[in-house]
């Protein structure tokens, strides 16, 4: 079988992918990145009254044309107990920012251009009409769609929905994925290693990007390489309606990788495995239905590359979230040796020039099973399939493993 190249197997993945249109209703503290599944209208207008946006003397412009104006005071309106009287002919009120504006009162003179005297103040500043006053629903008003559906809630976001009376918000459900670890080698963490086992790490790592990305997730644990536990795990995972399936290693066709077959006997639709990459080339793809199904590589580095590239895009979709912004440029630090037929994801260190350049350097060993490596990368150079020779200080492509870092 030929390798597909990523762009097209990503390509593949995604054109089947529908966004889950599910919703449930939580309130706005547990709100934060979710996508709102529905227009979400005002139930109050803000401003609810015309407002002093500063501290000083609401009055009537025609009083006080010219600086020199003598007013009387004949009250105070503070932000929570107004002024319950009008402002009339040759009178203020002393107002602080947030309170209502009196009636009667059409601009607010600031304290500092006011001087006071005996029963009252004389202005210092000429008046402009409705100058520091915030008119009534200014901000929003009452049944006006301020949020629209899709939009992804954050902060700013969260802040107005409060102020819009809304405790809570009705969300589009996050995408639920199943993760299953295959192997009869691995225990997990904690465990005494036997001479021929390892401890399974790749699902605490493929959990957390998961998670990062939009999704729930469900662990259904280890299982050794019997094709009737890995059917039991595979029909746990369906019973819950999962959106995706995420199995660990066994996707090859080897004597001893079972996931492959044991999916396709269970009734999944193979659509593609073995991708032009490295690593992560035993990648498969498949669905049961409108539940995808992602057979990544078994070691480490492997599984998480694979799962940058189409896991996290993949979840995305079904989130309705925009993609990550991972891609960018930099200098390689030095000369990068020409590819053959696979594209090539090399762990490697950003580091700043003396100009103040960003240059990237590559770790010497690439080994898919170093994990230490990958934990000390800042991000994976791209070296596309038959990319020449790439001398030292030219531009090349590279994945970010942490997108804020070039922020």
Not at 144 to 150: I, N, P, T
Not at 260 to 280: K, S
Not at 343 to 371: C, H, N
Request: hydrophobic share 45%; net charge negative; glycine share 8%.
């Amino acid at each position: 079988m030929n390798l597909l190249p990523v762009a097209e197997a990503l390509d593949r993945l995604l054109s089947h992918a529908k966004p889950v249109a599910a919703s449930e209703t939580l309130p706005l503290a547990e709100a934060e990145g979710r996508v709102l599944a529905a227009d979400l209208t005002a139930r109050l207008t803000q401003p609810p009254f015309n407002a002093s946006a500063m501290d000083g003397y609401a009055l009537r412009r025609d009083d006080a044309p010219e600086p020199g104006a003598e007013l009387k005071v004949i009250g105070t309106s503070s932000a929570g107990r107004g002024f319950e009287g009008s402002v009339g002919k040759g009178e203020a009120v002393r107002i602080f920012t947030g309170a209502p504006v009196p009636l009667g009162a059409d601009s607010v003179l600031l304290q500092e251009d006011a001087e006071k005297i005996d029963g009252g103040i004389r202005t210092n500043f000429p008046v402009r009409q409705g100058q520091h006053i915030r008119p009534r629903g200014q901000d929003f008003a009452e049944g006006e769609v301020v949020l629209s559906a899709g939009t992804v809630l954050d902060f700013s976001r969260l802040t107005v929905a409060a102020g819009m009376n809304r405790p809570d918000v009705e969300v589009l459900r996050r995408p639920l994925i199943a993760i299953l670890a295959t192997g009869d080698e691995l225990l997990p963490p904690g465990s005494t290693p036997g001479p021929s086992q390892i401890i399974a790490s790749n699902t605490f790592g493929i959990a957390a990007l998961a998670r990062k990305a939009g999704a729930d997730v469900i662990d259904l644990g280890i299982v050794p390489d019997d094709k009737t536990k890995i059917t039991a795990a595979i029909d746990k995972a369906r019973n819950a309606k999962v959106d995706v399936i995420v199995t660990l290693g066994g996707a090859s066709v080897g004597d001893h990788d079972l996931v492959q077959a044991t999916l396709v006997e269970a009734g999944m639709q193979l659509d593609f495995w073995r991708i032009a990459m490295r690593p992560g080339k035993p990648l498969m793809v498949g669905s049961f239905g409108e539940t995808h199904v992602l057979g990544l590589p078994g070691n480490p580095v492997s599984s998480l590359v694979c799962s940058l590239l189409f896991l996290e895009p993949l979840i995305r979709k079904l989130a309705s979230l925009p993609p990550a912004r991972r891609e960018a440029t930099a200098e390689a630090a030095v000369t990068l040796r020409a590819n053959d037929h696979r594209q090539d994801y090399i762990r490697a260190k950003l580091l700043k020039s003396a100009t103040g350049e960003w240059l990237v350097e590559p770790f010497d060993k690439q080994d898919s099973s170093m994990m230490k490596t990958f934990a000390h990368s800042d991000c994976l150079i791209i070296r596309p399939t038959h990319a020449p020779e790439l001398p030292a200080g030219a531009t090349c492509p590279v994945m970010l493993l942490r997108p804020d870092l070039l922020a």
